[in-house]
């Protein structure tokens, strides 16, 4: 059974910075990409960044890009998601995610094709 294992959430001021960790279970065999989501009350669950070990591909969602940073750690099968410029709308639940097959990158942001998550990280953002 593969297990996905969050960290790194907390409180922080707009502006500041968090670092999340998501740690696969040491016999996981997951395709690509690793990803993270994330879910605000009352609203609908959201891919944040995804990253592809073949060829070192990462995605953003719009509201994100130039902000966040996704990386892996293939050694410690660990993903991480840098989070800088926190704003206020970025307080949500985080969740990382992974698929037992490879997920086309058109479609990284489908929460259906992944089959493992994370329990979830709570970062929150205060002004």
């Known amino acids: 059974q593969v297990q996905l294992v969050e960290s790194g959430g907390g409180s922080v001021q707009a502006g500041g910075s968090l670092t999340l960790s998501c740690a696969a279970s040491e016999d996981a065999n997951i395709g690509n990409p690793m990803a993270w989501f994330r879910q605000a009350p009352g609203k609908a669950r959201e891919g944040v960044a995804a990253f592809y070990t073949d060829g070192g591909l990462s995605y953003y969602a719009d509201s994100v890009k130039g902000r966040f940073t996704i990386s892996q750690d293939n050694a410690k099968n660990t993903v991480y998601l840098k989070m800088n410029s926190l704003k206020l709308e970025d307080t949500a639940m985080y969740y990382c995610?992974?698929?037992?097959?490879?997920?086309?990158?058109?479609?990284?942001?489908?929460?259906?094709?992944?089959?493992?998550w994370g329990q979830g990280t709570q970062v929150t953002v205060s002004s």
């Open positions: 995610a992974a698929g037992r097959l490879v997920i086309g990158s058109r479609f990284w942001q489908n929460e259906y094709r992944y089959n493992y």
